[in-house]
């Protein structure tokens, strides 16, 4: 491939990327994404799962074979993992760590207050 590549897909269009560089970073639903690589006249399409909260990064070698099999050609590396526990699982240990703050600094805050009261 001594081409630049343009790659799309359905939501975001990276454009034309030169050889060697790299593409804008760019959200994409979580879901199945189809994204199209476009190199002259050669095309191949690449497909991938996204769940929510992940961080990808896709390696497209200069040596990309067009055709059925161009996903094996593209490496991708997970840069953070995605969402493992829902945000409503998480209210109660929210709720019970503010409640133990408030109780918590209420009770010091009293003993400060009282330790620097002046007499007399």
Do not use: W
Request: hydrophobic residues 30%; glycine residues 8%; contains cysteine.
């Amino acid at each position: 491939m001594t081409k630049p590549l343009n790659i799309s897909s359905a939501a975001v269009q990276f454009g034309i990327i030169d050889l060697y560089k790299y593409s804008i970073y760019s959200e994409i639903k979580n879901g199945r994404a189809t994204f199209t690589l476009h190199s002259g006249s050669q095309s191949c399409e690449y497909s991938k799962d996204f769940r929510f909260g992940g961080s990808h990064t896709f390696f497209i070698p200069s040596t990309l074979n067009f055709g059925p099999k161009c996903q094996e050609c593209i490496t991708e590396t997970v840069d953070i993992e995605p969402n493992s526990v829902h945000v409503p699982l998480q209210i109660p240990q929210y709720f019970l760590s503010t409640a133990g703050e408030l109780v918590m600094s209420s009770a010091t805050g009293q003993e400060f207050y009282y330790s620097q009261v002046v007499y007399g």
